[in-house]
């Protein structure tokens, strides 16, 4: 009878050890110590975030002779009355200071109103006495420095008390939102247990692992272009609302998608098939059940293969064969990557962004200029870098600097090692370009019934650069979307490198200092005399 009897559970401390950060979620190492005697135990682990997804929870150990026989994540209810006393307690006192603050604010209100009634009054009896030789100008002006002296005084005491309500009330707020978010609360506590048998009495250790949701990062980065090379900081900006904070505790990042779901994805079956007219409501109401279901689904059946993966068995062996885990800067796992940071980090559970740097790269840099002068007559500085580095860039925010000083933002794509990647650096004044119309001519003699109008561009291109450089300039010719509308490039010096279907021509030109490069092209575009066409500049 004694035998059938649950096992006492034991509660056991284990505080966080370890945090890897995902994309969108992140996993939790908790380790922690216990003595032991010889034979089964249920080990307790508590107050744990309602984020914890109960499939990811794992746990391992160390001990002579230790062996897990299972694990399993429960909800334990439990009170929280006291807490919400407690916080309903603070937030009162809170309140009662603000009260106290807007009394002396009043008082400050009362004194200032006295100080306006005394300087019109003593204004009023001043000019009298003035006025009867009865008092003398320094009197009224003592009087006026007084009232002034005294009101200013009042005007920076109001003002303390101003900032300290306002400080107050920030407080009061967030001291509402947890009573309120507590009080919303089921009374339920998440906990793991872990059921252990000790071969012996002594320590033993145990590490659980559980994935909360919650959690997150995204890289940042900064691109300082020097002399002959970029540098790029590469950041990672982690936030975090799991429901516990981490403590200060080794952190790494992983570049890994964590599945939410074990199903590979699989094909359906892809159909096409005839319009089908729909039936008129009065034929449909006189067809049977069975043969409107069967005109409704024609041609739609859609294979519906299910998969679903088994979850592996548990087994832990003998802590005395338990692998080691080897830990490194930078793991590479498949097509995931793990950054782990140097220093170890705290991030509270209130979705305040914390910056860690990742690395901080030296990359070689191809430079060159891109304009469209059509959209604006500038020259952008354009960096063609190759990512050396062992790191994966993430897609993000990327801020541009040219030396010290701040020339915008860009987006950065995925860029794996070895892997080439362009942005822009900022424009660059010291090359000058303009476009200007040269002809427009609609021709007064018809071929036919056809009305032909010329155009004629110049883009003129003028380095100022103390060195050689390249330069891409891309315009574009109208694209007729109508058969009789015919678009055709007359004439272009020099010839464009590219000339594409939707009419995109690119030149490149070599531009040595100081040196000035033109660039002229003519086109024509013929339609019937009777034809409007729109779109033209």
């Not at 790269?361 to 891109?370: I, P």
């Not at 925010?397 to 860029?415: N, R």
Request: no cysteine; glycine share 4%; charged share 25%.
């Amino acid at each position: 009878m004694l035998k059938d009897m649950p096992m006492p559970a034991t509660p056991l401390e284990a505080p966080i050890g370890a945090v890897t950060v995902f994309i969108n979620l992140a996993r939790i190492t908790r380790r922690g110590r216990i003595m032991l005697e010889a034979g089964e135990h249920t080990l307790v682990i508590g107050q744990l975030p309602d984020t914890l997804q109960e499939e990811s929870v794992r746990a391992s150990g160390r001990g002579e002779g230790l062996k897990i026989l299972g694990v399993e994540a429960k909800t334990e209810f439990t009170t929280v009355v006291a807490d919400v006393n407690e916080l309903i307690a603070h937030l009162e006192a809170l309140q009662d200071s603000d009260r106290l603050l807007l009394q002396q604010d009043e008082v400050q209100k009362h004194r200032l109103e006295f100080l306006k009634t005394l300087r019109e009054q003593g204004a009023l009896n001043f000019a009298k006495t003035l006025a009867y030789s009865e008092a003398q100008l320094k009197d009224a002006t003592g009087f006026a420095a007084y009232v002034a002296e005294q009101t200013e005084t009042i005007h920076a005491e109001r003002h303390k008390i101003q900032q300290a309500r306002r400080t107050l009330e920030k407080e009061i707020k967030v001291q509402q939102a947890r009573i309120a978010r507590r009080s919303s609360q089921t009374n339920a506590e998440r906990t793991v247990q872990v059921s252990v048998l000790a071969g012996q009495a002594g320590e033993i250790e145990l590490e659980i692992e559980y994935v909360v949701q919650g959690a997150w990062w995204t890289p940042l980065y900064d691109v300082r272009l020097g002399d002959n090379d970029v540098t790029l900081t590469y950041l990672a900006e982690i936030r975090q609302t799991s429901g516990e904070d981490w403590p200060p505790v080794p952190l790494a990042l992983s570049t890994a998608k964590p599945a939410t779901s074990a199903r590979l994805p699989e094909l359906e079956a892809w159909y096409v098939d005839a319009l089908r007219p729909p039936i008129p409501a009065a034929r449909a109401a006189r067809l049977p059940m069975q043969t409107k279901a069967a005109f409704e689904n024609e041609g739609l059946a859609a294979a519906d293969a299910e998969y679903e993966a088994d979850k592996p068995a548990f087994a832990l062996p003998d802590a005395a064969s338990q692998a080691e885990i080897a830990q490194a800067t930078i793991e590479a796992s498949g097509a995931s990557v793990t950054y782990r940071v140097e220093k170890p980090v705290s991030v509270p559970a209130d979705g305040t962004p914390y910056k860690a740097t990742v690395t901080v790269q030296r990359l070689a840099v191809k430079l060159d200029y891109l304009s469209v002068p059509k959209l604006a007559e500038e020259a952008y500085l354009r960096a063609t870098i190759t990512n050396t580095s062992d790191y994966l860039l993430l897609p993000g925010s990327a801020a541009i600097y040219h030396g010290a000083d701040f020339v915008g933002k860009t987006q950065l794509d995925l860029t794996a090692p070895n892997e080439e990647f362009q942005t822009q650096l900022g424009v660059d004044d010291r090359v000058r370009i303009t476009r200007e119309l040269l002809k427009r001519d609609v021709g007064k003699t018809l071929i036919g019934n056809t009305r032909r109008t010329a155009f004629s561009y110049k883009i003129s291109v003028h380095s100022l650069l103390p060195h050689a450089t390249k330069i891409s300039v891309s315009d574009h010719l109208p694209v007729s979307r109508h058969e009789q509308i015919k678009v055709k490039l007359s004439d272009a010096t020099p010839e464009p490198a590219q000339h594409n279907d939707l009419n995109i021509l690119q030149w490149t030109l070599d531009l040595n200092p100081q040196h000035k490069r033109e660039i002229i092209y003519s086109f024509t575009v013929e339609h019937p005399r009777e034809m409007t066409v729109i779109g033209l500049d």
